[in-house]
């Protein structure tokens, strides 16, 4: 029998719906009765009423933007995978082959992804997001990390801990596909306090002689720098985000106004351990995040061909190298890049 996609009403319904599925197989797994679970199958499709109404899933656009809640999903995944192939989205999501594919379409037809051929399988494409396809997703990302500020900001410390930790029981205890291994210690971002400043310039200096043999001309500069940025800091277009882990300062990024439309992104760094964990990534989005809500129309930064790490991230959230030179700084000779993001 040919197998039919579902309308996307009723895929979309399935998606909210999920939580009472992995309750069902609960009860198969542990042979309890229909009776002895009622009451939890109660609580668990009273609280997906409640919630999928509390975060605008039933609106017809998911955060007043014209995507469904499976297409913004989808453009998730699209932004955080590196060139996905169809068919291993639609297994890791668990979606209707048919269904994601006129998902795909539309957002081709809207210009927001486009296929390629794939260099390791030519029988396979890939996809990937346009420029147009990076702005639709930040956008949206903002409007949604805006919104869980804005529940969040209505709670205080101790009831948002507690909020944080019963999401993540719910998903330990839901997630039966698979044995996971102990979760990775979480981080934060958050603003610049008094000596952070001394630190960024710490460990750039150390780092960077370790890594890159880079000598304390280097050091210099970033305390010229993170100098520069206390002084003159205006907290209306401008920003240092610090990320922490476990209690300890592990990265950090600065945007600096250039002129009226045009800012800058300065000093990424992520200590070697916390690397891997997606925080230089997160660091850049913010940049491009806080650069579109305050108006700025480009964000232009300067690195070094060394920096292929940095580099990686940087092209990857959509900057283009503008030119290369030749220089000798640090006691090295290098080649200095310019990149650019048009916002």
């Known amino acids: 029998m040919k197998r039919t996609s579902p309308p996307a009403g009723e895929a979309e319904e399935g998606v909210c ?12 797994s542990v042979h309890m009765s229909v009776d002895e679970l009622a009451p939890l199958v109660d609580a668990a499709r009273h609280f997906n009423r409640f919630y999928t109404r509390r975060i605008g899933v039933l609106r017809e656009g998911l955060l007043q933007s014209p995507f469904s809640l499976a297409e913004a999903r989808v453009l998730y995944e699209l932004a955080h995978r590196e060139d996905p ?50 702005r639709s997703f930040a956008a949206l990302d903002a409007r949604s990390s805006e919104e869980v500020r804005g529940m969040a900001a209505k709670l205080g410390p101790a009831d948002r801990a507690q909020l944080a930790a019963a999401m993540q029981t719910i998903e330990r205890l839901l997630d039966l596909d698979a044995i996971r291994p102990a979760p990775p210690i979480p981080y934060l971002l ?26 304390e001309s280097f050091e210099a500069l970033v305390a010229e720098i993170t100098a520069k940025f206390i002084r003159k800091f205006d907290p209306r277009c401008e920003r240092c ?27 990424l760094w992520v200590e070697p351990e916390a690397r891997g964990l997606g925080i230089g990534r997160r660091l850049v989005e913010e940049c491009i995040r806080f650069a579109r809500q305050k108006g700025y129309r480009k964000i232009m930064l300067w690195t070094n061909d060394v920096l292929t790490a940095a580099r990686k991230i940087y092209e990857r959230a959509g900057f283009q190298l503008l030119e290369e030179s030749r220089h000798h700084s640090f006691s090295k000779d290098l080649v200095g890049q310019n990149w650019e993001l048009k916002l």
């Open 17 to 28: 719906l999920a939580i009472v599925d992995r309750v069902n197989d609960l009860v198969d």
């Open 85 to 134: 192939a169809a068919n291993a989205l639609a297994r890791e999501l668990e979606l209707d082959a048919g269904y994601l594919s006129r998902i795909l379409k539309g957002f081709g037809r809207r210009g927001l992804v486009r296929r390629m051929r794939s260099e390791m399988d030519g029988r396979q494409s890939i996809l990937r997001l346009t420029a147009k396809g990076r």
């Open 190 to 215: 958050r603003p610049h306090q008094p000596g952070d400043m001394g630190w960024v310039t710490h460990r750039h200096g150390v780092l960077y002689a370790q890594e890159y043999g880079w000598d």
């Open 241 to 267: 985000w610090i990320a922490e882990r476990a209690g300890e300062v592990v990265g950090s990024v600065f945007l600096v106004k250039r002129s009226k439309n045009v800012a800058q992104l300065r000093l």
